[in-house]
């Protein structure tokens, strides 16, 4: 199979991650007015406590439903925007959900305490006790509570990947007893026909995604591909290639610059999902993947056995041709993050420049294949070595290697701490935002 290559979006075209952002926004501003309009229907309270505990409540349950939504890995948004933005999102609106939710609680206590002797955290244990659909809310808040601490970033930091992946599933059983509570005491979703049919079409949509994304096509893609390692390539004392063959590799919607989420299933890495980009452009017959052993769990995968079952989930991911805006490009790299860029040199049309950034020469991995491959596509590639004070890369520097920069689409895959120095120089040197793509990758992102 010959690899797909997309030509540069016109430059009066709207951009496709533009398009799905706003269409994002759309959907939860047409969301907030149709739940308002509902609430309206419904009647209020004498009590403006209680008026806004409710509406706020409402909020909560569209918030939330909005986060399935963004964790869903629906292809179209993927991408898109990319799962490194769409988790971000997710991140910043799990604690406007927090906050929220928090406001719903609080207003409703002190709401009906007021004219009673019990007080707003007496009058929350009443209504536990005595009505129908409470207590489960508050197991849902409580749940909403850890998960929100263990994704602040201390708590992230100090969390293996797998504790804070266990956590965020208790997110499910959180959203099913909202659901449930909303159905038992929410005086809006049985208001009218219509407001009822349209929380449960909503709730239906949003776990819907979820189901779909990360369950039903994770399934098929693995049940028709039959992913299995067909070897293992050392490409240094600490990075390895492994290449993955399977059925109709040619039918799998993979592209340059792309990465899965990989299980490789052995007794002792099956429970195990590492990120991994491709590092070569999907032919149609086999994938590559090439990781930096720089731990115990990737380190076994030197060890890895010929035919060994896989269970891949994506592609995901933004970073591809897609989102092109001038015929010519400039490739960036530090380290291990020349796997995506490899790929993407090879997939590129138009004039490219690479640029690899690495501490000395024997950290240069897949530097022999850029170079080949740099010569067949007749692109101009830069090794930078040193450290990193001084920065090699620094406005001047970088402006001396590639003189005509604010007229490249420039691509950008490195450690953070690289990405963050180069994003600072690409905007010195007045490259416009949308002609810059890059994409962090982390564990974070598989949750």
Not at 213 to 236: I, K, T, Y
Not at 249 to 255: K, T
Not at 275 to 292: E, M, Q, W, Y
Not at 298 to 319: D, S, W
């Amino acid at each position: 199979m010959t690899t797909v290559q997309s030509p540069p979006a016109p430059p009066t075209a709207i951009r496709p991650r533009v398009v799905a952002r706003t269409s994002l926004y759309a959907v939860l501003v047409a969301n907030v007015a149709v739940v308002t309009v509902f609430f309206a229907q419904a009647g209020t309270a004498s009590n403006a406590l209680i008026v806004i505990g409710r509406l706020l409540g409402l909020y909560g349950a569209l918030v939330m439903a909005f986060q399935l939504l963004l964790v869903a890995r629906l292809p179209w948004l993927d991408r898109r925007i990319g799962m490194d933005r769409l988790t971000s999102w997710h991140r910043w609106t799990g604690f406007a959900l927090l906050w929220t939710l928090l406001g719903h609680l609080v207003f409703i206590a002190f709401g009906y305490a007021q004219g009673t002797d019990t007080g707003p955290v007496g009058e929350v244990v009443d209504l536990a006790e005595t009505t129908e659909g409470i207590l489960r809310a508050l197991v849902a808040f409580a749940l909403i509570l850890v998960i929100g601490a263990t994704s602040a970033r201390y708590a992230r930091r100090r969390l293996a990947y797998e504790t804070w992946h266990f956590i965020h599933l208790y997110t499910y059983v959180a959203v099913v007893l909202a659901f449930t509570h909303q159905v038992a005491v929410g005086t809006t979703f049985t208001a009218s026909p219509a407001a009822t049919t349209y929380w449960y079409a909503l709730w239906g949509v949003a776990l819907g995604s979820v189901a779909l994304g990360r369950l039903v096509l994770p399934l098929w893609r693995n049940w028709r591909h039959q992913f299995r390692v067909s070897a293992v390539v050392p490409e240094s004392d600490t990075v390895v290639s492994i290449y993955i063959t399977g059925r109709d590799l040619d039918r799998l919607p993979a592209q340059a610059g792309q990465f899965f989420l990989w299980r490789f299933l052995t007794k002792d890495r099956w429970w195990q999902a590492n990120p991994f980009s491709l590092s070569a452009a999907p032919d149609g017959t086999r994938l590559r993947l090439t990781a930096k052993t720089a731990g115990a769990g990737t380190a076994a995968l030197r060890h890895l056995k010929v035919g060994t079952r896989v269970f891949a989930e994506g592609p995901y991911g933004a970073f591809t041709t897609l989102h092109r805006r001038k015929p010519e490009s400039l490739l960036i790299a530090g380290g291990v993050g020349v796997t995506p860029i490899r790929a993407l040199l090879e997939d590129l049309e138009g004039h490219a420049v690479v640029v690899y950034r690495v501490a000395t020469d024997r950290d240069a991995v897949l530097y022999d294949e850029l170079t080949e491959l740099a010569h067949t596509k007749g692109a101009q590639l830069h090794l930078v070595t040193g450290p990193p004070v001084p920065d090699k890369l620094a406005p001047r520097e970088l402006a001396l290697l590639v003189p005509d920069i604010a007229d490249r689409d420039v691509f950008l895959c490195g450690p953070p701490p690289m990405m963050n120095a180069v994003l600072r120089t690409l905007g010195d040197l007045g490259v416009p935002k949308q002609q810059i793509h890059f994409e962090r990758f982390s564990l974070a992102a598989a949750g």
